[in-house]
């Protein structure tokens, strides 16, 4: 998957939002799911760094936010 890095960052800096209604109720942390996302900014986004805790935040919050279409 070649991740769109502005979209990456506009997610975690414009739509801070969609994050937390994503992690409510999850037992999820905003923080957690926004380290995920800079650490892959600051990589890259090499989504091969992230260890399996990590994949496993990308894959249930940071990709479905990243597929969604926006204005």
């Given at each position: 998957?070649?991740?769109?890095?502005?979209?990456?960052?506009?997610?975690?800096?414009?739509?801070?939002?969609?994050?937390?209604?994503?992690?409510?109720?999850?037992?999820?942390?905003?923080?957690?799911?926004?380290?995920?996302?800079?650490?892959?900014?600051?990589?890259?986004?090499?989504?091969?760094?992230?260890?399996?805790?990590?994949?496993?935040?990308?894959?249930?919050?940071?990709?479905p936010?990243?597929q969604?279409?926006?204005?």
């Amino acid at each position: 998957m070649e991740l769109d890095l502005r979209q990456l960052r506009k997610l975690i800096s414009v739509h801070k939002d969609e994050i937390e209604q994503a992690v409510a109720g999850t037992g999820y942390l905003t923080r957690t799911v926004i380290g995920v996302a800079t650490f892959l900014l600051d990589n890259e986004g090499d989504l091969d760094l992230l260890s399996a805790k990590q994949r496993a935040t990308f894959d249930r919050f940071i990709a479905p936010l990243l597929q969604r279409p926006r204005p």
